[in-house]
Every structure is written in C-alpha cells, then in structure tokens.
C-alpha cells in the first residue's frame, strides 16, 4: 500500500496496531466514534471559535459549548458518526469535563482577546518535506511573542484534553513524541523560522514546554523509514492485547468476530460484501484493484 503524505496520527496508528491501520487508512472503514476522540475535537473546534466568534460572556461560551456538543452527540448529524460511548452516564459525565475545560480556557485567553493579542495562526494542516518523505501535521495554534528577550518568537501550542496530566516539564518531556518534531519541521516550513512547542493540559489550564532532543529529526526519520517500509510491504498483522476492548472501535465490529488472523481478511471483505460493514467507497475499490496484484495484507502470502 502506498503509505502517502505521514503524519503523527499515520505513525502512531501504525505503532499502536498494523491492522487498524490497515482498516482506518486501507479500507476506511466506518465505526463510531471513540468518545474522548470526538470530546477533544469538539474542545479543539470551540477553542477556535473563541477567537473568531465575540462571546458576551464566559457562561455564554460555555452554553455555545454545551449546544454544540449535545447537537454532536444527540442530534444525529450528517457528516458525524455516533460517538460509542461505553456506559450510561458517560455522555455527561464528558460534557461536565468539556465544559470544566472549557470555562477554564475562557478565563485563561479572554484578557489576551481583549487586548486583541491574538494567535497568529488557528487549526491549520501544513505539508513538508522531511528528509525523503513527506510529512502533515495540524497546527492547533502559533502564538507571536514579540516582547520575548530569549528564544524563538513564536510558539506552537498544542492542546490536550488528557485525562492523565503530567506534574511537572520534566515529566511532560520524559516520552520521546515524533508528533513535536513533526511540529517543528512544518512550523519551519510555514514561517521559515525556528519556534517553540508547548502543550496545553486543557484539565489543568497549564502549558509546558517541550524541549527539542539532539536525536529528534534521526529518531523521526528511522520511524518514518521503518513504518513506511512495512505499509509499502502490506505489512498488517493484528496486535491483539488487552487494549483491544478498552481502546479500539474497532473491536466490537471487528476483531470480536475474528480469532484467526490468516483468514481475518476474508473475513472482513465477507463482512464489507454483505453490508455488516461501512468503508469508504474509493478505498475499497482502489483495495480491489491492488487486490489483484498484492500480497496477502495480513499472513503476507499471495491470496
Ligand atoms: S481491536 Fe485490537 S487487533 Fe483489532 S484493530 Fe483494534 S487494536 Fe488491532
């Protein structure tokens, strides 16, 4: 399979579970939505409106919120799959925590906004060239610091909904993410200029810094090469684990129903030809097409 343009979600996806890679950016198949996905979406999108839209108030932003959200998971929207929420109680149990989050955020931007010291940049995709490949990241925010005396004047903010929040930088910077690096690379690409990248915990309303490590672009570039590689290969085995219950959308439809990863992919194209499972039209027919002419995408024999 032609691995395309890369990006952190491609990457992290494909670590996490080649399979699901497989069905989310081979097949694109549809299932609904993980909840605290479609949560940090909503969060990311109300968060930009703060700076587009002229709210009164904190408690109108914070119903604009409210309004978005229960149309999104109650009102049956077009673009939008259901969100799978797995217990009674957690579709409000998530609006109280978007909301927390929310308020806080509010109170947080809204001297910024009224001094008109505004991002210089919202919830843009920027494409560049890495090394060989091709990489796409969405920046969530850059913010100008012209009074700055050390560093560079910009920053990248990323923001998190997390429910695990990290206490302090140096725990924030104590896993290894090809997401910042990524994030450095297109921001470069966009300004050419250097910036900074922090994370926003929206739970907590703090930002920490993530410092660049000497290893980042070559620890990025292995990655790359080494995921782009096996995709190329059709290289989809299952990663079946304890996560598949809690974490994966796919589980219940899915991997469920298959015990045997050798004969998953009959499977699944049985289920696809009988209508038990939506997917993206052009990618299974471009799937049929090199169906002909490809391994096996699981057991990697030929079919
Ligand atoms: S349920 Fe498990 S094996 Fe199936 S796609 Fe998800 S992570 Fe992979």
Redesign the pocket.
């Known amino acids: 399979m032609d691995p395309g343009v890369m990006s952190y979600s491609k990457i992290n996806t494909y670590k996490?579970?080649p399979?699901?890679y497989f069905?989310g950016y081979g097949l694109g198949v549809i299932v609904p939505d993980n909840p605290a996905l479609a949560l940090g979406s909503m969060l990311h999108t109300h968060a930009k409106r703060f700076w587009d839209i002229n709210y009164k108030s904190v408690d109108k932003f914070v119903g604009a919120f409210r309004g978005m959200y229960l149309q999104r998971v109650f009102g049956k929207l077009k673009n939008h799959q259901p969100v799978a929420f797995k217990y009674k109680d957690e579709p409000w149990i998530r609006l109280k925590q978007g909301e927390k989050m929310i308020e806080l955020f509010y109170r947080q931007n809204i001297r910024n906004k009224e001094r008109e010291k505004r991002p210089i940049l919202l919830e843009k995709q920027v494409r560049a060239p890495f090394r060989g490949f091709r990489v796409l990241g969405k920046l969530d925010r850059v913010d100008e610091l012209k009074a700055r005396k050390k560093g560079p004047k910009k920053i990248i903010i990323d923001y998190k909904s997390d429910k695990i929040v990290p206490v302090d930088e140096l725990e924030a910077n104590f896993v290894y993410s090809s997401q910042f690096v990524i994030y450095r690379i297109i921001h470069k690409h966009e300004f050419k200029e250097n910036a900074d990248v922090y994370v926003w915990y929206l739970r907590i309303g703090r930002m920490f810094l993530i410092k660049p490590k000497p290893n980042d672009k070559n620890c990025l570039e292995k990655l790359l090469i080494e995921v782009t590689d096996d995709i190329k290969k059709d290289k989809f085995p299952?990663?079946?684990g304890f996560?598949?219950k809690s974490v994966?959308e796919?589980?219940k439809p899915?991997?469920k129903h298959i015990k045997n990863s050798d004969k998953c992919i009959l499977e699944l194209e049985r289920m696809i030809r009988k209508g038990k499972l939506k997917v993206s039209k052009n990618k299974w027919k471009k799937y049929l097409e090199r169906k002909k002419l490809i391994f096996h995408p699981v057991s990697h024999q030929l079919l």
């Open positions: 996490g579970c399979f699901s069905l299952m990663f079946k996560h598949c994966c796919y589980f899915i991997c």
